[in-house]
C-alpha cells in the first residue's frame, strides 16, 4: 500500500503533526481526490479544538473540508465521476434522502451524519476519500484554490444573502468583515446593489476589506461601549434614526451583536453565523415588534450554492481573497496564528 503526508490530530484540542500514514483507498459510494487546494481556516480551528464535536472516539483525525482536487480513484457503485474529474467537496455528511436533501436542501437535512473533516478524515493530506455525493463539479475555469474558496468561504455568504433577502435597498452591517467568510460576504452584498458598513475589531484588517471591494465598503468601529457603537452604527448607515437592514454576525460577541440589533433599522434582520455553544443573546419580545425585525440561523449552504460560489469565482464577478499559499508541513503554525487572532482572509493549503 503506498503512502502519503498528512496533517494529523491525535486528540481534540491537541497539537497538529505531520506524519506519514497509508493512503486512503475509497470504499463504496466513495471517491479519492488528489488534493490541490484546501483552506486554513478558523472554521477548521474550531473543529480541532473539539467545537463541533470532542468524541475521543474520531480521532486521531486528518481535518481540513475546505477543498478542491483532482478524482483519482472511483470505489464500486460510483456513476458520474470518474478519474480526472475535477471537484470541490461539500462540508455537510448527509443521507440523500430525506425530504430536505430531496427537495436540494442538504444543509437541512435531517438525518445529518455530521462533518467531513470531524466525523471522517478530511483533506489536510495529500489525498483525501469523500462520498461521491460530497464530490462537486468544479466549474471549468475555477482554479483549485477558488474551488476550496468557494466550499465554504463564499457559498456560506451566497446562503447567507438569501436568507436576509440582501438587496440595492439594504445596508449591511458585516461584523467580522475582514474573515474569510466576511471579506467574501462584503464583496457579495455590494455586488447586490447593497451599502456595506464593515467592522473588526483590528483597522489594519479593514484596509484589506476595502482593497478587494474597490472601496464599496465602509469601516465602523465596533469597540467599546454597546451604545456608543449603536450610534456609530447608525450613524455609518445614514442618520440617527435609519441603521443598517441587515446585520451579519460571523463572530458571536454578544455584546457587538446588541449594538447591531439595537442600531437595526425597522424591518431589519440579524443573521447569526456562530456556533458557540453557550452564548445567548435575547432581546424583549417587544423589540421585534418596535421594529419588525426578526433574527436569523444561516446553516452553511445547499450544494448548489457551492457550486454557484464557485462560478461567481470562475467568471471573476467576485476577487477570491487568498493572502498566504502554504505547504503541509506550515499547516501547524497556521492554526497557531489562527489561535492567536493573527490570521485574516484566506490562507490556502497546496499539499
Ligand atoms: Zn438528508
Redesign the pocket.
Known sequence: MSTMDACVLEEWNGPLSIDTVDEPEPGPGEVRVDVRACGVTRTIENAIGGGLSDDPALTPRIPGHEFAGVVDAVGEGVDGLEPGDRVLAYFYL?????A??RRGE?NR???FDGWYGVHRDGAYAEKAVLPAENALPLPGGATFAEGAIAADGLATPLHVCRRAAVDDTDTVLVIGAAGRVGVHLSQLAARRGARVLAADVVDDRLEHVDAVTDGAVQPVDVRGDPDDVARRVRKAAGGERNGPSVVVDTVGDVETLRAGWDALAMGGRVVSLTTHHERAFGPLLREFVEKEAAVLGSRYATKNEVVRAAELLADGRISPVVTERVGLEDVPDVHERIRSGESHGMVVLEP
Open positions: 448527509t443521507c440523500g434522502d430525506c430536505p436533501c442538504a437535512c435531517t438525518a
